[in-house]
């Protein structure tokens, strides 16, 4: 209390605490890997000094909310928005972990080195999520990438995982080429790195500033297009996705969704951004349309189920895009769509990996026939999950669409908003076929079927406790989501 | 300096066909490399421009990026390699849609 530093804001180091300490405990984790005899007392211990990292990370976050500030020659600022979509991985990051926990011997090989690749990933997202800088964006989106190729092709002998990580890499990395071009330009056009001065600067006699902006944007457009998976720039998800070990595709399904958000948020909602305000929402709009449709319609005819949740995020990133694009109200309904996203999705990656223990990873839609039948409590966790995704009332799905379709519409994208219900309308099929199989008497199955562990049970009902409190009392998550989003959304109605 | 901004945005567009067209896998790494070179080159220019060292700090931080990215990227290759028989992205056929 008597320090000073109370009253002037943060300190330097308190502000990058979160991402020292995740670096450090990968240190810890990853040096432990190297020494390791492999038992089964060992990896438990170095997953439990794991979930410590993200618990000191997400207490380092808690002390900086409402107490904005910035440091590193302003590369890293907190603000309520950055602090919230940091503790938002965090937590999703901590669940991940808390999920394997009952599964050190299936994932034993490479079980270091996948506990301190995660915690690296979630330092970049930290990192991107409290970005204040072009420099900081940059390096904290490539961290969290690295990390999640080489997270993605964690089972190297599986020909499917080295494969899908070949192209998540190589998509990835032309991504970063193209956001790495476009900070460059942005740089060139304005004169500063600085996202909050991101300004169009002063005219220079030689060259004409208006060009380097629009190329500026465009190859930034381009590069977080791929980021968050938005149409055409998709491919790699079913991929990525599908490639990756069930735990690590909830974890980018999660953790890195909420930073590529992140990042297109702070980025469009610059004054560089909102100089071109117009001209970005038409060109987003399009891609929001074009992402909703085909994730949706992709989706309906997948029979592996994570390519299947793959297409739907997909289509979730269409629907979130549409509060990208809505100055008013807009940035803060994707905040809260993230929050209620974020538990349905590693819910549900959870039913596959709990079901999936005795045997290699189950992931067709086939393998879930007749499991609410042999495990009710985990059917009806799926139910609500499946409820949540389509947007059912009294889930946290619901509110959440309700919000981006109003902000929507509010600022007049009334044909975008009724397309985005349309096509929820017909994930409803899809979704409700996962529901159908669950209760239909099964003919064959090789799942698991002792109990649940204590760590998977904890997950699944945070997971549905958090889903149905955002779908019946929204109102302090979405006050603070908004409040959070509301000096980016100034920027643009200036 | 317009001309090594040309410059740049060539190099860049030659990488990115190179990534496009190329069907080798180390072709398409070293077309990565190209392509970010070209915004490496990019950034120099600015950064000379405004006489500012702000550009050319991140230009160096980038180098150690793309080096990062392309360790990831040749092990990746050597795995698909020892799975497959040769570094071909025709020879990716396990997913598909």
């Known amino acids: 209390m008597l320090a000073p530093t109370f009253l002037t804001g943060p300190a330097p180091l308190e502000l990058a605490l979160a991402p020292l300490v995740l670096v450090i405990t990968a240190c810890v984790v990853l040096a432990a890997a190297l020494f390791r005899r492999g038992s ?3 990896r438990l211990v170095t997953l439990l000094v794991a979930l410590g990292g993200c618990a000191m990370a997400f207490l380092a976050l808690l002390q900086l909310l409402d107490r904005p500030g910035e440091a590193f020659a302003g590369e890293i600022q907190a603000d309520n928005f950055g602090v919230y979509t940091g503790l938002l991985a965090t937590v999703a990051t901590g669940l991940v972990l808390l999920g394997v926990l009952g599964h050190t011997r299936r994932y034993g090989a490479g079980w270091g080195e996948a506990l301190s690749l995660m915690l690296l990933s979630l330092a970049g997202i930290l990192l991107v999520c409290m970005a204040g800088g072009l420099l900081a964006l940059f390096l904290g989106i490539e961290i969290l990438s690295v990390a999640a190729y080489g997270l993605t092709a964690l089972t190297r002998r599986r020909g499917r995982s080295v494969e899908g990580a070949l192209r998540y890499l190589i998509l990835g990395a032309m991504a970063s080429a193209f956001l790495l071009m476009g900070i460059a330009f942005a740089y060139g056009a304005t004169g500063t790195t600085s996202i909050a001065a991101l300004a169009p600067a002063q005219k ?54 909420v930073a590529a958000f992140a990042a297109i948020l702070r980025l469009v909602y610059t004054p560089l951004g909102t100089a071109h305000l117009a ?27 994570k390519r299947m949740l793959a297409y739907s995020s997909i289509a979730h990133t269409g629907y979130m895009l549409l509060g990208v694009i809505s100055p008013a109200g807009g940035p803060g309904a994707v905040l809260f769509y993230l929050a209620a996203y974020v538990p349905a999705v590693i819910g549900a990656f959870m039913v596959l990996v709990i079901i999936g223990r005795d045997t290699e990873d189950l992931e067709e839609l086939g393998d879930l026939r007749g499991l609410a039948r042999e495990h009710p409590a985990l059917g009806l966790a799926m139910v609500v999950f499946m409820l949540s995704f389509i947007g059912v009332p009294v889930t946290g799905g619901f509110t959440a669409k309700l919000a981006v379709f109003s902000a929507a519409v509010d600022n007049g994208y009334v044909l975008l908003a009724v397309l985005g ?74 | 300096m317009s001309g090594y901004l040309a410059l740049s945005l060539a190099l860049f567009s030659i990488g990115a066909l190179g990534v496009v067209l190329r069907r080798n896998l180390l072709v398409m790494l070293i077309s990565i490399e190209v392509m970010l070179n070209a915004a490496i080159l990019a950034l120099v220019v600015f950064s000379r421009m405004y006489g500012s060292v702000d550009g050319r700090v991140m230009g160096i931080l980038a180098i150690a990026v793309a080096a990062g990215e392309v ?27």
């Open chain 1, 204 to 257: 220079l006699a030689h060259l004409d500033l208006t060009a380097l902006e629009l190329l500026a944007l465009g190859f930034l457009l381009v590069g977080l297009g791929f980021k968050i998976g938005a149409v055409p720039f998709h491919t790699w998800v079913p991929d990525a996705y599908e490639g990756a070990p069930t735990p690590i595709t909830g974890f980018m399904a999660s953790a890195v969704k």
């Open chain 1, 40 to 42: 089964e007392e060992e």
């Open chain 1, 279 to 305: 001209g970005l929402q038409n060109v987003l709009g399009v891609l929001a349309a074009l992402t909703m449709v085909l994730g949706n319609l992709v989706a309906l005819v997948q029979t592996n189920f």
């Open chain 1, 421 to 494: 219900i349309v096509m929820s309308v017909v994930s409803v099929a899809y979704y409700l076929n996962v529901v159908r199989l669950m209760y239909i008497p099964a003919a064959q199955r090789s799942w698991y079927r002792g109990p649940a562990r204590i760590g998977e049970r904890a997950i699944l009902a945070t997971a549905v406790v958090v889903l149905l409190v955002l779908g019946l009392v929204p109102g302090e998550v979405l006050e603070g989501a908004l409040d959070a989003a509301r000096p980016l959304e100034l920027l643009a109605l200036k």
């Open chain 2, 71 to 97: 360790a990831v990227g040749l092990a990746l290759v050597i795995a698909f390699v020892r799975l497959r028989g040769r570094p071909d992205a025709t020879a990716m056929d396990l997913l598909k849609w």
